[in-house]
């Protein structure tokens, strides 16, 4: 009797967990990747104006160096650097420079307005105009990967010009 | 052994609420003139005391959202009549009832089910529609949306597109806790079956035409990829992945290519690609943003966003290629198209003023008119019979779904009991 009972709720069991994936829900479908042909560079020529060189002895743990800032924001709608932004970034393409075997993730992001993919393009261009910025200063292209999140990763939630401010931003992930 | 009954019933627990959440709908702007039906509770002869599924309240919420038909309360129905024998026309016509849905459901020796329903005019006291129906139990719902769809378009004159689904995205728990979920439910919310779930963003799913498949952008590998998997079975496969943005996908009418949005060239452009192959050729050239492409219903342009001007604004180029027009001249941010299924509208995301709300450009009057009041609406998708659009919009600080026939008169709310629902995408007719 307790075997009969026990074998039921384990019926019952396959029952409900097969109810639930009964659409294929599949993480790992059978997956082909088509990949034709990735052209590396992003059509930005580098013009080899290596920093000084200067910030090679700065220490992405040091909370006092410019490293220490690692976001750069943006205007609403604009993918335009700031003149602060541009100071900022000339810091991190001369420690890029200095070690050029590290790498950076320039992740491109938007506030929450207007539609989705318009702003997954406006945080592909906010972090690709970052991106021309640090090569030419001199940064090796092969140094620096550009994703763009668009509206999906806010910084701050809320819906008003204080969280969207914080949410238009470029981050530098190393 | 009681520690064993506990640890298996609290899976049982867990495993149920797995089972995702309809989505809930209440209308929210009602329409005048819509016309007055009398849907009668269906008989029902069976083993069990009360029907399977109360198909007469199916086909009543149905009708109610559709804004063009307005079924009586139960207090107006004045008599419970089956058959077309039982139906005193005189008594209907009292309490303005222009039309009556009634029918029966029977349950067989078999397990199988019968359904029969009959629309009677009250006004002219004639059958407009007979049918019957074998279904089994777990089409009874479909059935019954079918039922729907015979009634609205002998009534309307329209084709229903009750018997459709929606495509949605939703999002639960915050930071690492986030997830992520692909679902599919029907018109009516009810049937929700999760298709993929991740704890990285889902975006911008695309059905198919033949509404079997569904193209769509996953961040799993902390990078926009675009798969296309089919409904059924869940199998999918990765159809791009290059350097930059994988974003956008629209499929073809003929369901042979997919528009996309790449930025592998330094640049977000559209290209098409050959689904079967993968071949690619690049459509758009511009030093600004060109994306969100849709195909017009004949195949031979692209609707897209571009910001070529200044702002983002809508533009059609040929799908060979060729000189791109713009479309949208009204506001400083018109994106995230759609096309009306006979070509003549496009639905879209108008910025005006800091509000962003769903607009409808007429392209033979290329008049616009507004259509919700904002302030934060995105994402609309025409139903397939061109009279709804169904958008992703704000209920305090939630994300919820609505729904608004294409003039704006009539308005409808879809949302989940927690967490938040975007990016709807009705199905096409046929699947």
Not at chain 1, 126 to 154: D, F, H, M, W
Not at chain 2, 15 to 44: D, K, R, Y
Not at chain 2, 88 to 93: G, I, L, M, V, Y
Request: proline share 5%.
């Amino acid at each position: 009797m307790k075997y009969m009972f026990s074998s039921v709720m384990v019926l019952l069991l396959i029952a409900v967990m097969s109810g639930c994936s009964s659409t294929g829900d599949k993480q790992e479908g059978p997956v082909s990747i088509e990949d034709k042909g990735t052209s590396a560079d992003g059509g930005v020529t580098t013009s080899g104006a290596a920093g000084s060189g200067s910030f090679g002895n700065s220490s992405l743990d040091d909370p006092n160096s410019p490293l220490a800032q690692r976001v750069i924001y943006f205007e609403y709608d604009s993918a335009e650097i700031t003149m602060d932004g541009q100071d900022l970034l000339v810091h991190h393409a001369g420690y890029l420079v200095a070690n050029p075997t590290v790498h950076v993730t320039l992740e491109g992001h938007t506030d929450e307005r207007g539609s989705r993919e318009y702003n997954i393009a406006l945080g592909d261009r906010r972090a690709l105009s970052v991106q021309r910025i640090l090569e030419l200063n001199g940064v090796a292209p092969e140094q620096v990967t550009v994703v763009s999140y668009g509206e999906e990763k806010p910084a701050a939630e809320g819906n008003s010009e204080a969280a969207w401010r914080l949410n238009r931003r470029v981050e530098l992930l190393y | 052994m009681n520690r064993y009954y506990r640890w298996m019933f609290l899976v049982l627990l867990l495993a149920s609420s797995t089972v995702p959440a309809a989505l809930t709908i209440e209308i929210t702007q009602g329409m005048e003139g819509a016309i007055p039906v009398a849907v009668v509770p269906f008989g029902w002869s069976g083993d069990t005391a009360s029907a399977p599924e109360n198909m007469a309240a199916i086909i009543s919420a149905d009708l109610n959202r559709s804004g063009r038909i307005e079924t009586l309360s139960d207090g107006d129905l004045i008599a419970h009549p089956t058959e077309g024998a039982q139906v005193k026309f005189q008594n209907w016509r009292m309490v303005k009832a222009d039309d009556l849905v009634i029918g029966k459901l029977t349950g067989n020796a078999d397990g199988s089910f019968s359904v029969q329903f009959e629309l009677y005019d009250v006004i002219r006291g004639k059958q407009l529609i007979g049918s019957s129906f074998p279904a089994s139990r777990d089409d009874l719902r479909r059935v019954a949306h079918h039922i729907s769809d015979l009634i609205y378009e002998k009534l309307t004159g329209e084709k229903g597109a009750f018997n459709t689904q929606i495509a949605y995205v939703t999002t639960s728990g915050t930071g690492e806790n986030k997830r992520y979920t692909l679902l599919v439910a029907d018109s009516d919310g009810y049937n929700p079956q999760t298709i993929l779930t991740s704890n990285q963003p889902l975006m911008s799913p695309s059905w198919s035409p033949d509404g079997r498949q569904i193209a769509y952008v996953s961040f799993e590998k902390k990078l926009a990829e675009i798969y296309i998997q089919e409904v059924a079975t869940g199998s999918r496969r990765k159809l791009a992945a290059f350097k930059g943005i994988n974003g956008a996908p629209a499929w073809s009418p003929n369901g042979r290519q997919l528009a996309l949005t790449l930025s592998r060239d330094g640049n977000p452009e559209i290209y098409i690609m050959e689904v079967s192959s993968g071949a690619l050729r690049r459509l758009t050239s511009s030093a600004a943003i060109d994306t969100e492409p849709v195909w017009t219903p004949d195949g031979r342009s692209i609707i897209f966003t571009s910001n070529r001007g200044g702002s983002a604004q809508l533009y059609r180029v040929p799908v060979g290629g060729g000189k791109a027009q713009r479309l949208t001249f009204e506001g400083n941010y018109n994106a995230g198209a759609d096309i009306s299924p006979d070509g003549r509208k496009i639905a879209m995301v108008h910025g005006n003023n800091g509000n962003y709300r769903i607009a409808v450009l007429d392209l033979d009057s290329r008049l616009m008119r507004i259509v919700t009041d904002g302030p934060l609406d995105e994402s609309p998708s025409f139903s397939p019979n061109g009279s709804m659009i169904i958008y992703a919009t704000r209920a305090g600080n939630r994300e919820v779904l609505s729904a608004v026939s294409v003039d704006g008169r009539f308005r409808q709310r879809l949302s989940l009991q927690a967490g938040d629902v975007r990016e709807p995408v009705w199905s096409p007719f046929d699947r």
